[in-house]
């Protein structure tokens, strides 16, 4: 009876977003009569940074700094479509949605200086600070506040714009069943080293090193954020969360906290992150999906470390006392 | 049933109310006086996010009856900032992306808190320890013992 170590590797293809009946997602953008500009969605930030993230896309699309954009979101009664946040397809498909948006509003908003400067609109520019300018006259500028006044109270136009995103749904081909089922693939690769104690079956996780190719962070901090907290889930998932411990029997399932167990505090391993960025063709300024995919390495990586430890395969989650005793159990049975 | 009355101290503030015999702390709190800072989570006592301090004492406002508090001082999230400076560990819990979905934040904090309270300098073990009673879904919780040491030290060099 020994405490035993292993070290296990694992990779992943994570894809965004989903297939089911296409997979759409709506945006509309409006400026106040002050020249800020409204983002209203019905996607969800449900703390993982939506609304940051589709501020700086409305932001950076338009011009103007990120301070000047409010995000409305959540609200399926009355905004515009979309799928929901799930599969790892806010960013993308609700940041594409975004963009264009934005793009329609940006044209109607330089249409509008255009009149104002007397210039035509293509020779315009946005500086970023909130000021539209003559491009190589940044001295002929106009901010973007008395350009929404002119838009609001003498032009008579709204500046706006639709954005429309959608996946549409991809059916098997006949003979060869090919299909697209989601787009984007984010890709990550964990190793996990645990320890093992051969007589108690627990299993401690001490280190858990993890590379994720998100396509492109947009939000650098956040991200991380995301991926470290991914990374603790992907162990929790892989050795101790469960609501059907003996599923498709429902005895024992967990009903509280105390029964539904999760790592805490004391139980966390040492973890490391390296981000790779390779932008994505399709994705909002290149991103991808980080949220889901990023708790997903960790579950197949301490599962090949539990069998480099103690030579089980252990194939059912959680990866629990109980099942590595039965396995080196039957094992040792022959 | 009869109402029975409460008063105590929240935040510096008196209040008094009337209540139902057997309201928890916590309704009264979120639901009586209008502090939504505590939350609940579980309303049994094993994820934290309901913490408030009473006399100086970390607690979980889901299992206190608020009748058995009056006279005491109770302090929670909301009062923490002073004159809209928030306080070190709200501080520290922004810049160290702490919080993601936000509602294990307060019961964090008022843990931390208690900690630091009594503990100006705590070690890692220190806060990991302190924050064991305390359910994160998000976060992973690293970033969250980075915070109140960040806080801890902030202060010290307040202090200093």
């Given at each position: 009876?020994?405490?035993?170590?292993?070290?296990?590797?694992?990779?992943?293809?994570?894809?965004?977003?989903?297939?089911?009946?296409?997979?759409?997602?709506?945006?509309?953008?409006?400026?106040?009569?002050?020249?800020?500009?409204?983002?209203?969605?019905?996607?969800?930030?449900?703390?993982?940074?939506?609304?940051?993230?589709?501020a700086q896309i409305c932001a950076e699309t338009i011009g103007v700094p990120t301070d000047r954009v409010v995000i409305d979101t959540a609200d399926t009664d009355t905004g515009p479509h979309c799928m929901g946040?799930?599969?790892?397809?806010?960013?993308?498909?609700?940041?594409?949605?975004?963009?264009?948006?934005?793009?329609?509003?940006?044209?109607?908003?330089?249409?509008?200086?255009?009149?104002?400067?007397?210039?035509?609109?293509?020779?315009?520019?946005?500086?970023?600070?909130?000021?539209?300018?003559?491009?190589?006259?940044?001295?002929?500028?106009?901010?973007?506040?008395?350009?929404?006044?002119?838009?609001?109270?003498?032009?008579?136009?709204?500046?706006?714009?639709?954005?429309?995103?959608?996946?549409?749904?991809?059916?098997?081909?006949?003979?060869?069943?090919?299909?697209?089922?989601?787009?984007?693939?984010?890709?990550?690769?964990?190793?996990?080293?645990?320890?093992?104690?051969?007589?108690?079956?627990?299993?401690?996780?001490?280190?858990?090193?993890?590379?994720?190719?998100?396509?492109?962070?947009?939000?650098?901090?956040?991200?991380?954020?995301?991926?470290v907290g991914g990374s603790w889930m992907g162990i929790s998932h892989a050795l101790y969360e469960t609501t059907e411990p003996y599923y498709p029997n429902r005895d024992h399932g967990g009903t509280d906290f105390n029964q539904y167990l999760m790592p805490g505090p004391g139980d966390l391993a040492q973890t490391e992150i390296t981000v790779l960025e390779r932008p994505s063709a399709d994705g909002p300024f290149g991103a991808k999906g980080p949220g889901e995919m990023c708790a997903n390495p960790q579950i197949p990586a301490v599962a090949n470390a539990v069998f480099d430890a103690v030579g089980v395969r252990i194939d059912t989650l959680p990866i629990t006392p109980e099942r590595i005793l039965r396995a080196l159990k039957a094992q040792a049975a022959g | 049933m009869a109402k029975?009355?409460?008063?105590?101290?929240?935040?510096?503030?008196?209040?008094?109310?009337?209540?139902?015999?057997?309201?928890?702390?916590?309704?009264?709190?979120?639901?009586?006086?209008?502090?939504?800072?505590?939350?609940?989570?579980?309303?049994?006592?094993?994820?934290?996010?309901?913490?408030?301090?009473?006399?100086?004492?970390?607690?979980?406002?889901?299992l206190t009856l608020a009748e058995t508090c009056n006279g005491a001082d109770i302090k929670t999230t909301a009062g923490l900032a002073e004159g809209g400076v928030l306080h070190p560990l709200q501080r520290a819990f922004l810049d160290a992306f702490a919080t993601q979905c936000g509602f294990c934040t307060p019961g964090m904090i008022m843990a931390a808190k208690v900690l630091l309270d009594r503990t100006p300098n705590p070690s890692r073990d220190d806060v990991v320890e302190a924050l064991s009673g305390n359910i994160c879904r998000c976060t992973g919780y690293e970033p969250i013992i980075q915070a109140v040491l960040t806080a801890a030290r902030a202060n010290s060099q307040n202090a200093a």
């Open positions: 009876m020994a405490i035993r170590r292993g070290r296990g590797v694992a990779a992943i293809n994570y894809p965004t977003g989903m297939n089911l009946g296409g997979d759409p997602t709506q945006a509309l953008v409006h400026s106040t009569p002050t020249g800020n500009f409204m983002v209203t969605l019905s996607s969800v930030d449900l703390g993982q940074g939506m609304k940051q993230i589709m946040t799930f599969a790892s397809r806010g960013t993308h498909r609700a940041g594409n949605a975004v963009i264009q948006a934005a793009k329609e509003a940006r044209q109607v908003m330089l249409e509008v200086a255009a009149e104002e400067l007397e210039v035509n609109a293509s020779d315009l520019e946005t500086d970023g600070q909130g000021n539209i300018q003559v491009k190589g006259a940044p001295q002929k500028s106009i901010s973007i506040f008395d350009v929404a006044l002119s838009a609001h109270f003498k032009r008579g136009r709204s500046i706006s714009g639709r954005g429309m995103f959608l996946i549409p749904r991809s059916y098997p081909e006949k003979e060869t069943g090919a299909m697209k089922p989601s787009t984007c693939y984010a890709h990550a690769c964990t190793v996990a080293e645990v320890e093992v104690d051969d007589e108690t079956g627990e299993v401690t996780v001490l280190t858990v090193k993890n590379v994720f190719e998100i396509g492109r962070a947009l939000n650098p901090k956040m991200v991380e954020q995301q991926l | 029975v009355p409460v008063q105590f101290t929240l935040n510096g503030s008196e209040k008094a109310e009337f209540i139902e015999s057997g309201t928890t702390l916590l309704n009264a709190l979120r639901d009586k006086i209008g502090d939504t800072s505590p939350k609940g989570g579980c309303h049994q006592g094993t994820c934290g996010a309901c913490s408030v301090i009473i006399d100086g004492e970390l607690r979980l406002s889901c």
